[in-house]
């Protein structure tokens, strides 16, 4: 039997319509075939206990609650296809001198879950416990000195300060699958920045990206809580 509406905790709601969005035929001439669109069952208490013991610590609240109340495994992936490419409006086009202009964001890639929380097993210091890495080095970490384990983009070189969110785990997953899902490294981070500097989807490049990108494909509204910010 189904679980209730009300069971279904808001960031578990919000992910699946983000998949059954993607997944929507009205998609097909705006992403390529097939786009990667998964949220897995939530895990159970037996796979935190082996994190946990793999860690040789207990997991941040935040990891264990996206893990047991939202998903186990969140995976998300498309590009954009030639069509959508063309039509992509200024805001999101880089320009080249000599090449003609080819999309800020051809692609998105989000993964999370027990295996990724456990592939990041050696990189957790007493002060962080990263979440995300990209292909530069960089990471998202949770900050584990921060009551609201709020999220910490580090550099792997110093190029750049740590940058404090005032997001969550959670929170920081809602904005960034409300995008696309789009992949959640510094470039994006900046560039759907608030007045205030903070990656926002409700900021005006994200309100812009969102009405192109899902066109006429509706779904609700995330959870205010979820969009809260800290």
């Not at 705006?30 to 610590?57: G, K, M, W």
């Amino acid at each position: 039997m189904s679980p209730a509406a009300s069971d279904i905790h808001p960031l578990r709601a919000h992910l699946l319509a983000v998949c059954e969005a993607l997944q929507n035929p009205q998609m097909l001439n705006r992403v390529q075939s097939p786009s990667v669109a998964a949220v897995a069952p939530v895990a159970a208490t037996h796979d935190i206990a082996a994190l946990e013991n793999l860690f040789s610590l207990p997991l941040p609240k935040t990891v264990i609650a996206v893990l047991t109340r939202v998903s186990a495994e969140i995976c998300f992936a498309w590009a954009l296809s030639d069509n959508s490419t063309l039509e992509a409006p200024e805001p999101f086009l880089s320009h080249v001198p000599g090449f003609p202009p080819v999309p800020r964001f051809e692609f998105g890639n989000l993964v999370f879950g027990l295996k990724t929380v456990a592939q990041l097993a050696a990189d957790v210091t007493p002060e962080y416990w990263p979440i995300f890495t990209h292909r530069a080095g960089d990471y998202i970490a949770i900050d584990l000195s921060d009551p609201d384990e709020r999220l910490i983009l580090i550099s792997h070189d110093d190029a750049f300060p740590p940058f404090v969110f005032d997001l969550n785990l959670p929170q920081f997953l809602t904005h960034l699958t409300w995008l696309g899902p789009l992949c959640g490294d510094q470039s994006v981070m900046n560039f759907f920045s608030d007045t205030s500097g903070q990656f926002d989807a409700q900021s005006e490049r994200g309100v812009l990206w969102r009405n192109w990108f899902w066109k006429d494909i509706s779904f609700p509204k995330p959870d205010d809580g979820l969009l809260t910010r800290l």
